[in-house]
């Protein structure tokens, strides 16, 4: 027996514990543990190093540019010409204040209305229920074609308009049914206590229901955010007025179909390299994600694996 009164096993038994143990369970070799740290290093060099070659030519001069053919990996003569082009005036400036906009008010949208959907589904009796979340689900397995979208936005006077962008993609049913998922599985007498208090939906939504699910909706909030910021492929159909395009469809524009942007774009006389300010676009459309992304991240794990696991 050890001083803390647990019966000592023998060096025999101590081997055949460690002989029974899953593979899974015993500990990293040193060569192991090294090929991994090898791997994790290289996997990340290939992530960082476009970033960095992206971030370093559109600080870079024109001279150092046309030596390099195009990229700079480290700039010798740094320059934030490009981004003070850009946000200086024209296309480029007022499709980040589009982006900015409708990814604020329809994230913002997407969570009440995702959020008030899933707990009414969430409660067992509400009438229709039952005959709603069927339509859900039926979206996740046959999604609406590209046609018929653009017949409804059309039918409904949206064409060119901001709304658009958000009224047709506002519910997400993916989302929609791990806020149900977390809301099912907060205990039955909470809901029970605060009737009894009586308290009626609205508040024990607000005041119950929302701070146990801080991290879901982080979680669920940060998708739609994404969503929004990063979707070009509704506004190059919807938008005809190449002065309301958000920042990607820009991106895709004067970047991916390598168009070149005019003084008269950007509002300026004197232009800095394309080069330059094609990559300074492309830094500020994953800027804004990159920035939010490290505060949510601990919310990933527990709002989604909560939110998707009963019990």
Request: glycine share 6%; proline share 6%; charged share 15%.
């Amino acid at each position: 027996m050890s001083s803390f009164g647990f019966p000592l096993r023998t060096k025999g038994e101590r081997q055949r514990i460690r002989e029974e143990r899953p593979a899974w369970e015993e500990p990293p070799t040193k060569i192991g543990s090294a090929a991994k740290a090898v791997v994790i290093t290289v996997i990340c060099a290939v992530m960082v190093l476009p970033f960095l070659t992206v971030l370093s030519t559109s600080l870079a001069s024109r001279k150092e540019i046309t030596e390099s053919g195009g990229f700079v990996l480290i700039p010798s003569e740094p320059t934030l010409e490009a981004y003070r082009t850009i946000l200086s005036g024209g296309i480029v400036s007022r499709a980040v204040i589009v982006s900015v906009l409708i990814t604020v008010v329809g994230t913002a949208l997407s969570l009440l209305t995702t959020i008030a959907l899933a707990y009414a589904l969430s409660k067992r009796g509400v009438p229709g229920s039952k005959p709603i979340l069927l339509m859900v689900l039926f979206t996740l397995l046959f999604a609406p074609g590209m046609v018929p979208m653009y017949v409804v936005v059309k039918e409904l006077g949206l064409l060119d308009s901001y709304w658009s962008l958000i009224l047709p993609v506002l519910i997400n049913a993916f989302n929609l049914v791990v806020l149900r998922a977390f809301f099912m599985n907060i205990p039955e007498e909470l809901y029970q206590a605060a009737r009894i208090d009586g308290a009626g939906d609205w508040r024990i939504l607000t005041r119950i229901v929302l701070p146990l699910s801080k991290g879901v909706v982080a979680v669920v909030g940060l998708f739609y955010a994404v969503t929004y910021w990063n979707a070009f492929f509704n506004a190059m159909l919807y938008l005809n007025d190449s002065g309301k395009w958000p920042i990607q469809l820009v991106l895709r524009t004067y970047v991916v179909q390598n168009k070149s942007m005019t003084a008269d774009q950007l509002g300026i006389a004197h232009m800095p390299p394309q080069q330059s300010l094609s990559m300074a676009v492309v830094m500020l459309a994953l800027l804004p994600i990159l920035a939010l992304f490290p505060f949510l991240q601990k919310y990933f794990t527990k709002g989604v694996l909560t939110g998707a696991i009963k019990g």
